[in-house]
């Protein structure tokens, strides 16, 4: 998951830096080459086609031989368990930095959505006392929305009708979230502003369609008035765009243009090339980023021991001991176990016990790509009463998600008795054997 969103970074940039130098200015006219709004669109979703098929399993299964096993040993005392929570990974920082980011979206959406509204003779027209610009709310409540006094401007309301029949403030809000999910990636604010200035143009076409010339020429000067900042004590600057930067400098001036001299879509340069040519690059990176992360599994998969880090249980429980195990004493000094000083962890601190290896299980799982552990067996044991009580504890036990389904993993089991005494040790070994 880590490498498709470095990939959909990397390649949203891109896209981003080639659509910025197609759509300069050509000729000395501001917007000469500025595509439609389904044009930005189509870059936008082309940005997410690379880590989309990067994520689309090439291969189904990895097999692990089962020359070596991961050992695991797992301690009988009441203050020991070995559930845990894996460190925060990068993967969950950037989930949580997202999420925080389309909270803060969603938080400005909803207070637009409980804007104070009056309704006018239009029955998709209302007004507001607040002191916001000219807008259309989405869904639910599927508006146009003007301050007070703007209830006549006819081209004004053409303007967010138009936005309202596009559905425009849907696709903005799922843009919004887009980027929030990005991290605010610069190539997909890019592209993203980009398709809101040109839904602006779109709207401004429908808004002066049936215009005089001096008409779209008032139009264009009313335009220009509300955007006119105002300082805190209420006075107007000399110059309506003095506060803006190049950016949205050249997007109003490109609005004004349209508008007074009645540009037409047909007029710019068609788009269609870079777009096929940015699909067919997107597939290839992605089916290419795909087909090399399946030969890198399958390669890591059996080139050896050295290699035997797919499995990271991140949920371990402790493992139950047989409740009756006889012949258990005389199998323990057939074998020789001695009992050995360890240090365990209880209650988060080192503490000495002592430990006594009782027996060692040997299974084959598989795991799933969600993580989880199924169809547990018993290939090796030093005795049979510990079997089931392995089988149903790695049963419990949880994997870090993979990217391919694993088959034949193999676990070995240790079972673990300690004690502050031998004495101790001895009484529980008792318990079992009996």
Same mark, same amino acid.
């Given at each position: 998951m880590i490498n498709a969103l470095i990939i959909v970074h990397l390649w949203s940039l891109v896209v981003a830096g080639g659509a910025w130098i197609l759509q300069r200015d050509g000729n000395g006219r501001v917007g000469a080459h500025f595509p439609a709004p389904n044009?930005?669109?189509?870059?936008?979703?082309?940005?997410?086609?690379?880590?989309?098929l990067y994520l689309i399993p090439l291969g189904n299964v990895v097999s692990i031989p089962t020359t070596e096993a991961f050992e695991v040993f797992s301690i009988q005392a009441n203050e020991f368990s070995t559930d845990g929570m894996r460190p925060l990974?990068?993967?969950?920082?950037?989930?949580?930095?997202?999420?925080?980011?389309?909270g803060r979206t969603l938080w400005r959406w909803v207070r637009l959505q409980s804007l104070p509204l009056a309704p006018t003779a239009e029955p998709d027209i209302f007004a507001t006392p607040e002191m916001i610009p000219p807008l259309t709310l989405s869904w639910p409540r599927r508006a146009v929305v003007l301050p007070k006094g703007f209830e006549a401007q006819e081209p004004l309301i053409r303007h967010e009708r138009a936005h309202l029949r596009h559905n425009d403030a849907e696709v903005t809000l799922l843009l919004l979230l887009l980027q929030d999910i990005m991290l605010r990636n610069p190539g997909i604010i890019f592209l993203v502003r980009q398709w809101r200035l040109a839904i602006e143009l779109r709207a401004d076409r429908a808004a002066t369609r049936n215009l005089t010339a001096p008409e779209r020429k008032d139009y264009a000067a009313f335009l220009l008035n509300i955007q006119r900042p105002t300082t805190r004590h209420n006075e107007t600057l000399p110059c309506p765009t003095a506060r803006l930067n190049s950016t949205p400098h050249r997007h109003a001036k490109m609005r004004l243009i349209g508008i007074i001299e009645d540009e037409s879509s047909d007029k710019k340069r068609r788009w269609s090339a870079a777009v096929l040519s940015t699909f067919f690059a997107a597939s290839g990176i992605g089916l290419l980023s795909a087909g090399a992360k399946a030969y890198e599994a399958g390669a890591n998969a059996g080139s050896g021991p050295d290699d035997y880090t797919l499995i990271d249980y991140v949920k371990?429980?402790?493992?139950?001991?047989?409740?009756?195990?006889?012949?258990?004493?005389?199998? +323990? /000094?057939?074998?020789? #176990? !001695?009992?050995?000083?360890?240090?365990?962890?209880?209650? =988060?601190?080192?503490?000495?016990?002592?430990?006594?290896?009782?027996?060692?299980?040997?299974?084959?799982?598989?795991?799933?790509?969600?993580?989880?552990?199924?169809?547990?067996?018993?290939i090796d044991s030093t005795h049979p009463c510990f079997e089931a009580n392995a089988k149903a504890g790695i049963a419990q036990w949880t994997a870090a998600p993979q990217e391919?389904? +694993? /088959?034949?993993?193999? #676990? !070995?089991?240790?079972?673990?008795?300690?004690?502050?005494? =031998?004495?101790e040790l001895n009484q529980q070994l008792f318990n079992i054997a009996q």
């Amino acid at each position: 998951m880590i490498n498709a969103l470095i990939i959909v970074h990397l390649w949203s940039l891109v896209v981003a830096g080639g659509a910025w130098i197609l759509q300069r200015d050509g000729n000395g006219r501001v917007g000469a080459h500025f595509p439609a709004p389904n044009i930005w669109f189509l870059l936008i979703i082309l940005c997410l086609l690379p880590g989309a098929l990067y994520l689309i399993p090439l291969g189904n299964v990895v097999s692990i031989p089962t020359t070596e096993a991961f050992e695991v040993f797992s301690i009988q005392a009441n203050e020991f368990s070995t559930d845990g929570m894996r460190p925060l990974s990068f993967l969950a920082a950037y989930i949580g930095l997202g999420v925080f980011l389309m909270g803060r979206t969603l938080w400005r959406w909803v207070r637009l959505q409980s804007l104070p509204l009056a309704p006018t003779a239009e029955p998709d027209i209302f007004a507001t006392p607040e002191m916001i610009p000219p807008l259309t709310l989405s869904w639910p409540r599927r508006a146009v929305v003007l301050p007070k006094g703007f209830e006549a401007q006819e081209p004004l309301i053409r303007h967010e009708r138009a936005h309202l029949r596009h559905n425009d403030a849907e696709v903005t809000l799922l843009l919004l979230l887009l980027q929030d999910i990005m991290l605010r990636n610069p190539g997909i604010i890019f592209l993203v502003r980009q398709w809101r200035l040109a839904i602006e143009l779109r709207a401004d076409r429908a808004a002066t369609r049936n215009l005089t010339a001096p008409e779209r020429k008032d139009y264009a000067a009313f335009l220009l008035n509300i955007q006119r900042p105002t300082t805190r004590h209420n006075e107007t600057l000399p110059c309506p765009t003095a506060r803006l930067n190049s950016t949205p400098h050249r997007h109003a001036k490109m609005r004004l243009i349209g508008i007074i001299e009645d540009e037409s879509s047909d007029k710019k340069r068609r788009w269609s090339a870079a777009v096929l040519s940015t699909f067919f690059a997107a597939s290839g990176i992605g089916l290419l980023s795909a087909g090399a992360k399946a030969y890198e599994a399958g390669a890591n998969a059996g080139s050896g021991p050295d290699d035997y880090t797919l499995i990271d249980y991140v949920k371990q429980t402790a493992l139950q001991m047989p409740g009756n195990c006889p012949g258990l004493i005389d199998d +323990i /000094k057939a074998r020789g #176990v !001695k009992i050995e000083e360890k240090e365990l962890m209880i209650n =988060g601190r080192p503490v000495p016990h002592l430990t006594l290896n009782l027996g060692t299980v040997v299974l084959n799982h598989d795991v799933r790509k969600d993580g989880s552990i199924h169809n547990p067996r018993v290939i090796d044991s030093t005795h049979p009463c510990f079997e089931a009580n392995a089988k149903a504890g790695i049963a419990q036990w949880t994997a870090a998600p993979q990217e391919f389904a +694993i /088959k034949d993993a193999a #676990v !070995k089991l240790h079972f673990v008795i300690s004690g502050a005494t =031998g004495e101790e040790l001895n009484q529980q070994l008792f318990n079992i054997a009996q």
